[in-house]
């Protein structure tokens, strides 16, 4: 972990610990983040740096590590817990919505809840049934939470860091294929990213495609080849927060370029590319400029397939170049 | 497949030398039959030689083929799976106790029962190679295929014991879950439902003293998982579950109590997860080689080998022969099994299942896929070989080269 060109579990590692350090409120539980460091390493040497007060492998239970975590940051802790991938947060899911995506308002502002949940999401991986899935949407439609996703070591740094210090419950997926595909500079104690500003990555006038978490890198090369074989300017946009969306990004692209698709790993239907075009929808400066459909690259809906069949499932460079050559000749 | 044996199982012993070093369980008593030396502890043989011999090629086969699953793994031919190295009494004991009619509802590590169940090792190696079509399920069988998430087929069993019940059979369902899986609420409601219901369900729970890199002393306090039972209003044991007589013994004795409408039990066998969690995890990080030296002493396959050779039932030439059978089979499989990968696997089946009939939206991606898969390969082998300290939990992970070799900066590609 030296020098600052960090992996994303690298990254996370370190804001965690700045985070820790900085706060003795902090504190991480979860399945296996102790002794092992989290299956994927998130967390290692977290214990040994911070005691196992602060650092809690706990039982096999994700509905109370969240229903506990909810009484620990009543109770004045300030706990980021850890799911130890996201298909398995459906277990929590009875403490997520009914208790603490709601204790703010039921106690009018009286209770605010300052929790982290992280879970590894999504595929790419070669994993096992129920560790691939991209869930996100069962989140993004539940009032009260916060929902992020990063999509590299730079991003998920500064997200988390400012997960941690908000006073909203947050929902922090990481995509994990890309864990550890590639390294980003990240600052030591640098600043938290605000929650609720996406990141416009490349600049085009042509099409605006809209994205966020392992889709970023399959977008920006499907980009870079639609602007090497035909000049058009494709622009990027990272979403990052999911929740509460950042609107102005995407309305002012769109209007700019008239073209839009938005690529998620999700399944379509559902999906929030749905969201993102009813807004564009209700948007009449925006509506009235469309020169072409508005169009979504995701998932096929059906359930995630075994590994053998995963690349044929999840939306890759060639679907997404296609569907931009598509949008643009349309 | 299953006989019932021909005497009555003799009453339970306590323990001779502590078999659990990382569950103290002090004052509990635990079912046991046969020492490590392969002696058995008191009274006559409870099963006729033969049977037991029987259950011991079970026991080898599953290891042979279970050692075999992991070199593959390794060589890059397989995906990630969890071995069940070290737990073949408790698992073998147990599905012995069963009839064809009993319903198995396994966890993921059971690959000594659904052998013994008679799935093909072939569908084992084409799920582990990716493919679903290693889990489809002939309609007459009564084995649900392995289920991933933590507990949560307690209560698929609870069901199932309900629906054979209200129709009238006599038959059970054992549900197998981990130590870990206990802390899991749907693994409690399971129970409580079986209890008030009095539903034919044995509970198999094997303690195979780790949750990944929980130890089971930091999974719920030291008290046998198996006294649960009490409270939700039927019996609960600890076996020890590396003796098969002993497992085979009790699960018998539970297994009618579940066909014959007398509810449920919990049955904790006391074993040790000898490899793995999974092909993905490293147990050097969370725990020492003394402890697994401790219980290979124990191992399952030595202690029953040792007791039929004592007896006069079992010998070398007959485990190389048996060995020499395994293989052979093993290579027929694992030959049927890449030959079906190799033969063009269809990409666009996995619409086929998602609903009995397809609805024409999902009818139009079917195409729409098709386009965009036609003349290209986007179905993938396991790739290549594991290398140890990668932490992937579950499968594969993309490595950015290290950080002095990296490319000059940026690097988001
Ligand atoms: C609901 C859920 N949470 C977490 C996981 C990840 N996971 C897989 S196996 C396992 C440990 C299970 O331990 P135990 O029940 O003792 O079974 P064993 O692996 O020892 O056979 C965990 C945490 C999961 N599969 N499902
Ligand atoms: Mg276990």
Redesign the pocket.
């Known amino acids: 972990m030296s020098g600052n060109s960090v992996t994303m579990v690298e990254a996370l590692n370190r804001a965690l610990a700045e985070e820790m350090e900085r706060d003795p409120r902090v504190m991480i539980l979860g399945e296996d983040v102790g002794v092992d460091g989290g299956v994927f390493r998130v967390t290692k040497g977290l214990q040994d740096r911070f005691g196992k007060d602060r650092v809690v492998d706990s039982p096999l239970a994700e509905a109370c590590i969240v229903g506990a975590s909810v009484g620990l940051a009543i109770g004045g802790m300030r706990p980021v817990c850890e799911m130890q991938f996201s298909g398995f947060m459906n277990f929590a899911y009875g403490q997520i919505q009914p208790h603490m995506s709601r204790f703010l308002g039921r106690t009018r502002g009286g209770r605010r809840m300052p929790v982290v949940v992280r879970a590894p999401s999504g595929g790419g991986i070669r994993a096992l049934e129920h560790h691939c899935e991209s869930e996100e949407m069962s989140y993004v439609s539940v009032p009260g939470l916060v929902v992020l996703m990063p999509s590299g070591p730079r991003t998920a740094y500064g997200l988390l860091k400012a997960a941690i210090r908000s006073e909203e419950p947050v929902i922090f997926f990481e995509p994990k294929s890309i864990y550890r595909a590639f390294r980003e500079e990240i600052p030591v104690d640098g600043d938290p990213y605000p929650i609720g500003k996406a990141e416009v990555l490349v600049r085009g006038n042509d099409v605006t495609v809209v994205t966020w978490g392992a889709m970023v890198r399959k977008c920006r090369e499907a980009a870079e080849r639609v602007a090497a074989s035909t000049g058009a300017g494709v622009e990027v946009i990272d979403l990052l927060t999911l929740k509460p969306m950042d609107p102005e990004a995407v309305m002012e692209s769109v209007k700019r370029t008239g073209r839009c698709v938005v690529v998620h790993e999700a399944p379509r239907t559902g999906g929030f590319a749905g969201e993102i075009f009813a807004r564009i929808n209700e948007r009449e400066d925006v509506f009235y400029g469309l020169r072409a459909p508005l169009a979504r690259v995701a998932a096929y809906d059906v359930p995630y397939p075994l590994f053998a069949r995963e690349n044929a499932y999840l939306p890759d460079t060639d679907r997404i170049e296609a569907q931009i050559l598509r949008t643009l000749n349309a | 497949m299953a006989k019932t044996p021909a005497k009555k199982p003799p009453a339970p012993v306590p323990p001779g030398a502590p078999v659990a070093p990382c569950s103290t369980y002090a004052g509990a008593s635990m079912v046991r039959f046969v020492d490590e030396a392969g002696n058995l502890l008191a009274g006559e043989a409870p099963f006729p030689d033969e049977r037991v011999a029987e259950l011991y090629r079970h026991m080898v086969r599953a290891r042979r083929f279970d050692a075999r699953m992991l070199k593959l793994q390794r060589q890059g031919r397989i995906g990630t799976f969890a071995p069940c190295f070290g737990q073949e009494a408790a698992q073998v004991g147990s599905i012995a106790a069963c009839t064809p009619k009993d319903w198995f509802v396994p966890s993921f590590r059971e690959l000594a029962c659904a052998l013994y169940r008679g799935a093909p090792m072939r569908n084992v190696l084409l799920y582990g190679m990716g493919l679903e079509e290693g889990s489809a399920a002939p309609p007459d069988a009564r084995d649900l295929p392995i289920s991933i998430p933590v507990g949560g087929q307690s209560s698929h069993a609870v069901g199932l014991a309900w629906a054979m019940k209200l129709r009238g059979e006599r038959a059970g369902a054992i549900v197998y879950f981990?130590?870990?899986?206990t802390s899991e609420g749907i693994v409690h409601e399971a129970m409580n439902f079986a209890g008030v219901m009095k539903l034919g369900v044995v509970f198999l729970c094997?303690?195979?003293?780790?949750?990944?890199s929980t130890p089971?002393v930091h999974?719920a306090s030291d008290r046998p998982l198996a006294e649960r039972a009490a409270a939700y209003g039927f019996p609960g044991v600890v076996v020890d579950g590396n003796d098969l007589l002993a497992v085979l013994s009790v699960c018998t004795e539970a297994m009618e109590r579940a066909r014959s409408g007398g509810g449920a039990t919990f049955v904790e066998c006391i074993t040790y997860?000898r490899g793995v969690h999974t092909t993905a995890d490293d147990p050097r990080v969370y725990r020492g080689e003394e402890e697994e030296k401790a219980w290979e002493s124990r191992d399952p396959l030595d202690r029953t080998r040792r007791y039929l050779e004592k007896r006069g039932a079992w010998d070398a030439a007959r485990e190389r022969a048996l060995e020499e059978a395994v293989d052979a089979e093993m290579q027929v499989e694992i030959q049927a099994a890449e030959d079906y990968r190799a033969s063009s696997v269809n990409p666009l089946e996995m619409f086929d299942y998602v609903y009995v009939s397809m609805p024409p939206y999902l009818k139009a991606q079917r195409d729409e896929a098709e386009e965009a898969f036609r003349g290209r390969n986007v179905v993938v082998g396991a790739s290549a070989p594991w290398v140890p300290g990668g932490a992937a939990a579950v499968g594969q992970l993309e490595e950015a080269p290290p950080e002095d070799a990296a490319a000059p900066k940026g690097g988001a590609r």
């Open positions: 981990g130590d870990g899986a094997q303690n195979n003293q780790w949750a990944i089971r999974q997860r």
